[in-house]
């Protein structure tokens, strides 16, 4: 089982009884109190989380799902479709990554192998189980109950045939593209090799599975090129297994390795001792740990259990890369070298995405974990010569910047991972200096942007969006430098940061594409999406400078200036030209379906931007656009307003809720907002913070006081240390807003 460092790794106990006359609940939600099913129910055309209904533990090496209709691709589960086409052991971060090193399971009976019959089954979405640590399906085709627990590398799947009606029943395994298995003494063996575009086109999981009464006579594949054989080991295509055994309930164990058939026979064998039951407890163990490291006393049962779901989504990502050698220590495969290492490595992360809530929550709630990501991101160098930017496994080179910039400076400023900053300095000055090797390393276009102050958008796409990243990692690596003491480096790197400043009209109040000449690209339409945006327009990333907001609001002339840029981009219809996409893409669409101006909260580039009217002075604009934003929320299959992308949309939820949110992560510092609950309780490794907040109505929709440790507190922002060192912070809310003032910073 895990240790948590925190003092309080007891098991909690739920209350949900009344505690006093305003019917306020205190709440500790365990992990088979949520439904892991947010915001799954998604098409390509449009997302409501894109999200798939996880079960696993922490930050584990594989997670388990079902499929209901593989033939839709990475859409492949729909949560009210009662059909069900087995378990699926995934890697997929997103659809928009797409699976990798996956397979199906699923119990089946079977007459006469030689006529393949259909291995879909049914099942009833609302009896079915869907939590973290647990999922339970009854089958009503195959006649099967089946029930998964996982572990961080594997996982217990009971199969219980019910009624035995055909001549043999078992355990079916689709492998998908390439892939190989053996009979063992006690089950089978298995190699999947499917991932397409990586270091190693060839990179392979191996699956040890053991099936209690396996009998190998009646087993045999199907593969699809040559209908059924009898054998025990595959040529290669792709292959569809039937495993038979003698008994009606079977607990299989499974374990799976990215090093080596050995290697997963060792994760199998840690995991032989275990049963369905004591299994079951470790995991949940595991989730009730993150989880009851904040409390929550409300009248909002709703908001309540959303908060906790997404905190679920929040523990997710990254996964690990590594596994544990025979002496227990870390060892993983590089995709590069195709070679087993040791040291940790971790996966399946955008940074783009993340950087921007993920981490900083880490930093509050569980700061034990970034020291361990942040070497598994420095291994990513040492083996590539370059930070990461999206991992799945390996470098993809999704979206602009480098924003794993921002998270090592978000850490170095909040005192975490010390020892780790100088190494972490040097790679990012290297990975942000040199030239770019290929689409997926390095700063695209970095020569142009030495010269010109800018990435020209007559040769790169997206080019205001990754000068304005390229600018903000310059002021991450600043921030290093300077928590190090090299003030002639970040003076150097502070400096940079200002080049986004290049791309500014003042007159039009965006940041505009310039080309190689210096020149404004024509013509300029503001809600013209993709071509010089990253999924957006000009509306939603022209004030991305995180670092630099005070400077950005002067260059556009004051604080009144700003505010009614901000105003206009909320008011203003949620209308788009399609632009370089050519095409309706789902942000567009979700954006419309919102309707909260240009207001894109559907998508990472917006995630700030409400929280930027307490820099021109009005705080209460934040507060009240907070507050309805957060009505775009709920527990259910249709939870997120857009992609939730690895913990992130989730992660700005739970900001939303505890009243603050980092606009810019890297200086360690909260803007604050409105909070959402009566009482919070977050349990640090060493005290509580206690969060309470006066006349928390529906209708009260503005802050009228702060109070920090008791004191009046005017300031519209607070550091990470004050936060952190704090015990209590007092709101009271009330019904209109405070005089404004723009001298709040």
Known sequence: MKQSVYPYNSSPVIRLDHCNQHSRRINIVKIDQIDT????????????????????????????????NGSEGAWFFQPDTPRFEGIRLTHQPSPWIGDYCHLLL???????????????????????????????????????????????????????????????????????????????????????????????????????????GFDPASSGFYDDQNGWHQATTGDGHQLTLLLATTQATIDCHLATSYISAEQGHLNLSRLSAADLTSLKNVSAAQWNDYLSRVTIQDHHPALVQTFY?????????????????????????????????????????????????????????????????????????????????????????????????????????????????????????????????????????SDDYERLGYIPADKYP???????????????????????????????????????????????????????????????????????YTEGSAWQNSYSAFHD????????????????????????????????????IHEMSEMAAIDYGQLAISNQPSFHLPYLFSYAGHPEKTQVLIKQLRKLFDASTTGFPGDEDNGSMAGWFIFACLGLYPVCPADATYVLGIPAFDHVTLHLADHDIQLNTANNHDHNNFVQHVALNGHDYSQQTITHQQLINSTTIDVRLGLVPNHSTTDNH
């Open 309 to 445: 779901t997404c905190l679920y989504r929040l523990f997710l990502f990254p996964q690990r890369f590594y596994e544990l050698d025979q002496d227990n220590q870390p060892i993983h495969y590089d995709t590069k070298a195709r070679t087993a290492k040791p040291g940790l490595l971790y996966t399946n992360n955008g940074f783009w995405d993340t950087a921007k809530t993920v981490y900083g929550l880490f930093s509050i709630l569980a700061p034990e974990l970034l020291p361990r990501f942040l070497q598994g991101f420095l291994t990513s160098y040492q083996e590539t010569s370059f930070l990461p930017r999206w991992l799945a496994p390996d470098e993809r080179g999704m979206m602009p910047g480098n924003l794993v910039d921002s998270i090592i400076a978000e850490s170095a400023r909040k005192g975490i991972a010390l020892d780790l900053m100088p190494e972490l300095l040097a790679a990012m000055r290297d990975s942000d200096s040199k030239p770019a090797q290929s689409e997926r390393y390095g700063r695209q276009g």
């Open 549 to 584: 907001i005070p400077e950005l609001m002067a260059a556009l002339g004051g604080a009144e200036r700003f505010d009614a840029q901000l105003t206009a981009l909320c008011n203003t219809q949620p209308n788009y030209h399609v632009g370089g996409y050519q095409m309706v």
């Open 106 to 212: 699923m119990g089946v009976q079977w007459q006469d192998p030689e006529n393949r019959p259909d291995f879909s089954g049914n099942y009833r979405p609302s009896e079915a189980t869907f939590n973290a640590h647990h999922l339970a399906i009854y089958d009503d085709h195959f006649n099967v109950q089946t029930e998964l627990v996982p572990s961080t590398y594997g996982a217990i799947i009971r199969y219980d045939f019910q009624q035995l009606e055909l001549a043999h029943h078992g355990l079916m395994i689709q492998l998908p593209d390439q892939g190989g298995f053996k009979y063992t003494t006690t089950g089978v063996q298995i190699a999947v090799s499917d991932y397409h575009g990586g270091e190693d086109p060839n990179l392979t999981m191996y699956i040890e599975l053991t099936i209690p």
């Open 37 to 68: 099913r947010q915001g799954t129910a998604n098409r390509p055309q449009r997302s409501n989380g894109n999200c798939l209904p996880y079960s696993g533990v922490p930050f584990g090496m594989n997670y388990f799902t079902v499929q209901t």
């Open 462 to 532: 997206e080019s205001v969006n990754w000068t304005q990243d390229y600018s903000y990692s310059d002021y991450c690596i600043g921030q290093v430098a300077d928590v190090l003491g090299d003030t002639v480096v970040a003076d150097t790197y502070w400096k940079r940061s200002k080049r986004y400043l290049n791309l500014l009209d003042a007159e039009s109040g965006f940041l505009r594409p310039k080309n190689s000449d210096g020149q404004f690209k024509e013509p300029f339409v503001p809600d013209r999406w993709g071509s010089d």
